[in-house]
């Protein structure tokens, strides 16, 4: 046991660092210094260590999700949207075999291309808030954690007209206040139950593997259509097929965030 649990941590620690230096990759545009460099940690009060990610979910369980009911349901999501080299691939796989799916979006990007967003919305998916430039939430204060939100919220909604009630926090993280924060203004935090791990770059059969072998009944699959400088999605776009099909033949079937979690997409 020691040697998986070590094994994990050190996985976990591996994940969270390339992410950061994926994202740290992105972040080096002049246009996002401004919030990079500006981190002041969450104050918390004395002697008392921050809720974990799990304590967070029971104490708001109605506000922070991570999976649906147990109906033989199954949302994909997909993050760091939009991107030209990913996201219309991905929107064409789940076009061709008729899936709804969410797409949680990062503001600086739908800034850039706009029309992506739009063609998510007009195929009838569902847009969640992925905050404007991917920073770790965690050691962030209330003030920057809505700041994040509010500017990604306006853009969004002058490009599809609605500001989305659903946020993902970039890596999954987020601290009590802010999750206090969103609960307050009538928002909904959804991380997922699945991770497909497809932004290793990872092949077709991997993340196949790595999905469906996790899926139980309400699972949310986390997958990307977007990446950083020199990724690549080719394994999770490749896999998007047959992760349907075979889902569907186990008597699954695929709704978007909003119909699994019975909420709305907009505030
Ligand atoms: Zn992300």
Known sequence: MPNIRRGLLIALTVTLTLCLLDWSVVLADPEHNNLTDTTTPEATSAGTEPLTLGELR???SETFKFRGPE??????????VPDPRFTPRVLDEL????????????????????????????????IGNHSFSHPLFKNRSVA????????TERIIQSIVGYKPKLIRPPYGEINEEQV?????NGYKIVNWNVDSLDWKGINKEQVKENVLSAVVPGSIVLQHAGGGVGSTLNGSIEAIPEIIQTLRKRG??????????QTKKYK
């Open 95 to 126: 076009k061709k075999q008729g899936v709804k799916a969410t797409f949680f979006i990062v503001g600086s990007r739908a800034k850039k291309h706009p029309e992506l967003v739009r063609r998510i919305q007009r195929e009838g998916h569902v």
């Open 71 to 80: 109906v033989k349901q199954v949302a994909l999501t997909f993050d760091d």
């Open 58 to 60: 029971r104490k708001y």
């Open 180 to 184: 206090k924060w969103a609960k307050k």
């Open 252 to 261: 699954y079937h695929f709704v978007s965030l909003t119909e699994l979690l």
């Open 144 to 151: 920057q954690f809505q700041s994040e939100i509010q500017r």
